[in-house]
């Protein structure tokens, strides 16, 4: 009985052999490409953060879509002259001196990117060290009424990292050693950066919000009614933007300073530093740095719009 049971066995498999032979088309049909599929499921994945309310808007979410880098800081007592950091100190070419401010003292050395350590992300270098130096003072350097002068905060950017690094910086401790200036790094400590791709969604207070949902009124959420509020914080839970960051979009805790100049609306977030631990900007605040896409696409550095802002 057990012999008979097998031929059975045996002879239905041939037969499905069969049938998938003659059945190329749905075979070809079911093998969509991995970009198809992993697009669809992260569609899907956003749809289902979306409040309810929200789901007929999917595809102008979907839209806004840009990527970017999540940044997470580790904090460590040895970190490399040229790797990407935050606090401590810069690779910086013996041949150089240090940038200046306004009345010729030292600017403090904030951070560096190390476009090399980076995960691909289109429109940014791929080689190549981005450094971020802002005064000691109150104002961490940022000049309110012209926050593109750099005369007391410096981008700077070095397309070769050939010549040997400085290993001694007296100027920069001597600078931290005064304790009537201030900064948004609160200590000595230094961190390296790791980075993560990501995806990020249009802010409900983006300027570009309403360019996407081609909404023509003051607050596209006051549709909603009495929901109004719960909704719009429902949709920031997706359309999450703080953290630190390169690319994507930007976070604030007060107004988009780019609202106000029609001439930098199209710039683009070279880099986010946000407040965590012993890192503070003022009352919890952020602080950004934008370039427009073609300065960036040249690695010309000299026309970069800073800000910081806070609670």
Partial sequence: MSILRGLVKLLAMSQQNKNTEKEPPQKTNARKSKAQVDSSISKRRMMAKLPSEMRPYADNVWASKLPSLKISLAKQEQIEFTQSKVGGYPYFPEILDLPLDATGNNLDFLAQINFAELPQLDGYPSTGIVQFFIARSDAYGLDFGDRKSQKNYRVIYHENIENPSRTE????????????????????????????????????????????????????????????????????????????????????????????????KSWILLFQLDSEGDIMWGDVGVGNFFISPEDLKKGDFSNVFYNWDCC
Wanted: hydrophobic residues 30%; negative net charge.
């Fill in 169 to 264: 910086f007296k100027e920069l401790d001597e600078l931290r050693q005064t304790e009537e200036y201030m900064s948004p790094l609160q200590t000595s400590a230094q961190y390296l950066m790791q980075f993560e791709t990501q995806t990020d969604f249009i802010p409900a207070d983006s300027i570009n919000f309403n360019h996407f949902f081609d909404n023509k009124t003051f607050n596209f959420f006051e549709r909603f009614d009495d929901k109004e509020r719960e909704i719009t914080q429902a949709y920031n839970k997706l359309a999450t933007n703080t953290g630190h960051k390169i690319g994507g979009y930007p976070y604030f805790t007060q107004d988009d300073p780019r609202m106000y100049d029609k001439s930098i």
